[in-house]
């Protein structure tokens, strides 16, 4: 089982920046499609951007791309730098870890299914 553990999250105003930090609590070395996703207010939960933690694979939304990063360290805590935030990002980000899985398998849509979750770190963007 791998447990995850967010933080970063905060209040900025448009235009700012954050970086999450997604730490794995219990550190395997299976390799792991890990990734953020997002739920704002009224909103389903919406796939932000994955990435493959035995290779270079990664994933965004159509909504961050180019604004958002996402990458890894060698402990498989994952990052999210977002740049340029809109209050349209604001929600509360989940990380999710999926073990089991091949890197061609690694995508938004893979993350919906047979995920640990975070707890989840809150992101507010004002105009």
């Known amino acids: 089982q791998v447990e995850l553990v967010e933080s970063g999250g905060g209040s900025v105003q448009a235009g700012g920046s954050l970086n999450l930090s997604c730490a794995t609590s219990?550190?395997?070395?299976?390799?792991?499609?890990m990734g953020w996703f997002r739920q704002g207010p009224g909103k389903e939960r919406e796939g932000v951007a994955v990435?493959?933690?035995?290779?270079?694979?990664v994933s965004y939304a159509d909504s961050v791309e180019g604004r958002f990063t996402i990458s890894r360290d060698n402990k498989d805590t994952v990052y999210l730098q977002m740049n340029d935030l809109k209050p349209e990002d604001t929600a509360m980000y989940y990380c999710?870890?999926?073990?089991?899985?091949?890197?061609?398998?690694?995508?938004?849509?893979?993350?919906?299914?047979?995920?640990?979750w975070g707890q989840g770190t809150q992101v507010t963007v004002s105009s």
């Open positions: 219990r550190y395997t070395t299976s390799s792991k499609c």
């Open positions: 999710g870890g999926r073990v089991g899985i091949m890197g061609y398998e690694c995508s938004l849509a893979a993350m919906r299914e047979k995920t640990y």
């Open positions: 990435i493959y933690t035995g290779g270079t694979i």
